[in-house]
């Protein structure tokens, strides 16, 4: 099985388009974005709630606590949200009514208080992003785009590893993507 694609700005940003003009828009925005500038795996936003982001006073927090239970492999995790991700996600927080605190923060269309299973949260970013035009792209691109984009920006491995979840340094290699416009740059620093 290929590995799934790294999205350039350029993609991310049409399949972000794509996600504007239909429904659900701040929701799949938002639970794609988890994966994109979190590192979120599909399962883990799958089963996020409310209380899992919100704290008591009404903000989003800054990190969410994943526990071993929740988590692939059983390794408990903290997830570090960025500004950015923090206001996305106070937008789609505001626009919606909170019935309980364990309630799913991403729901179905047709369930409205029941979530995504994480294998229909990955079929519903396979179809946006191939309704996006986006191919090669899976649920699991955004988690590879995460990866990729911070060692672009020279974040060591080590602190990468530890943002993914992972144990080993060398699994987190094989989520970095390398393409020409990375080798021509890396030349040009010689």
């Excluded at 429904?23 to 399962?43: D, E, K």
């Excluded at 960025?82 to 009514?97: G, I, M, P």
């Excluded at 986006?134 to 943002?163: C, D, M, Q």
């Excluded at 416009?181 to 890396?186: F, G, L, V, Y």
Aim: charged share 20%.
């Amino acid at each position: 099985m290929p590995q799934a694609k790294t999205l350039t700005p350029a993609e991310l940003e049409r399949v972000l388009s794509y996600i504007e003009s239909k429904p659900n828009a701040i929701r799949n925005r938002v639970a794609l974005l988890l994966t994109v500038w979190a590192g979120f795996r599909v399962g883990e936003v799958a089963g996020l709630t409310i209380a899992d982001v919100r704290n008591a006073d009404g903000t989003v927090k800054a990190e969410i606590y994943l526990a071993a239970a929740r988590v692939k492999h059983a390794h408990a995790r903290t997830v570090y949200l960025n500004a950015r991700l923090q206001a996305e996600l106070q937008t789609y927080v505001a626009s919606k009514t909170w019935h309980t605190a364990d309630q799913a923060l991403f729901c179905t269309q047709h369930t409205p208080r029941k979530g995504f299973s994480a294998n229909t949260l990955t079929q519903h970013f396979h179809y946006l992003y191939k309704r996006a035009g986006i191919e090669g792209a899976s649920s699991h691109s955004g988690r590879r785009t995460f990866i990729t984009t911070l060692a672009n920006k020279g974040i060591s491995v080590r602190l990468l590893a530890s943002l993914a979840g992972h144990r080993s340094i060398a699994t987190t290699q094989r989520y970095i993507d390398v393409n020409d416009d990375m080798k021509r740059q890396a030349v040009e620093l010689a």
